[in-house]
């Protein structure tokens, strides 16, 4: 009997489960880990294990897009994975761009205000790599209804992250076009050339190829 095989989806901070509404699992059984508000007082590994808590599975696949592929790295730490996969993030705070580790170092996140406001929404877009309406409006139900306690929580754990552990059956697909983390500091297994940050939902045909690869891959190492 073959056992059922389950993959546990993490979005960036404040999406959920609709940002992998495009992708293809292939015959994995799905699970999406909600966001939960933070303490003010969790650092990521406490927080990653709280997360963990929804992961009800033994060997279970963890991908993570952005600040999710980050925090399915730190939920790797504890479990065994059968692999973790993580798209438009980092692996270690080595891959970060130079003004994210400038900024943690400087504690920028406590001097500057980090909830969005209306004048850098243009920005943030364009950092995101949006390209239609429906993806915009994704993004505006998320930014309307994200805290600010919560935002300010995220983004001081991203710009503070000193990961330098990596998972060894972990992969890593990155967009070529990505403006939040540039490409030129990261070492990804699968590159989309036409990929930004949002490529998830606007280069999926792209991202599905790469994820039939990697799961195939898989099949082959158990089979």
């Known amino acids: 009997m073959e056992l059922m095989k389950h993959i546990y989806c993490t979005s960036g901070f404040g999406a959920d489960e609709r940002v992998f509404s495009k992708l293809n699992f292939s015959d994995y059984d799905v699970h999406f880990i909600k966001w939960i508000e933070p303490s003010i007082k969790d650092?990521?590994?406490?927080?990653a294990l709280k997360m963990l808590e929804q992961v009800r599975h033994e060997r279970p696949v963890l991908f993570g897009l952005s600040f999710g592929g980050m925090m399915s790295i730190e939920m790797a730490k504890h479990i065994t994975t059968e692999k973790v996969i993580i798209i438009s993030s980092v692996k270690t705070f080595h891959e970060m761009p130079w003004w994210m580790r400038t900024s943690g170092k400087m504690q920028l996140d406590k001097i500057i205000p980090l909830k969005s406001f209306g004048l850098i929404k243009p920005i943030e877009n364009y950092n995101l790599g949006i390209e239609?309406?429906?993806?915009l409006q994704l993004v505006n139900e998320y930014r309307s209804r994200i805290s600010t306690d919560y935002t300010n929580w995220a983004m001081h754990e991203i710009l503070h992250w000193k990961n330098e552990w990596t998972p060894e059956n972990m992969v890593h697909i990155h967009g070529a076009k990505d403006h939040i983390f540039p490409i030129r500091y990261i070492?990804?297994?699968?590159?989309?050339?036409?990929?930004?940050?949002?490529?998830i939902m606007n280069r999926a045909k792209e991202v599905n190829a790469a994820l039939k690869k990697i799961f195939e891959e898989t099949d082959v190492i158990h089979s």
């Not at 650092?43 to 927080?47: A, P, R, S």
């Not at 239609?132 to 993806?135: A, D, G, L, Q």
Request: aromatic content about 14%; proline content about 0%.
């Open 132 to 135: 239609s309406k429906e993806e």
């Open 187 to 199: 070492n990804a297994d699968y590159r989309i050339e036409d990929g930004g940050h949002f490529m």
């Open 43 to 47: 650092t990521i590994e406490v927080y």
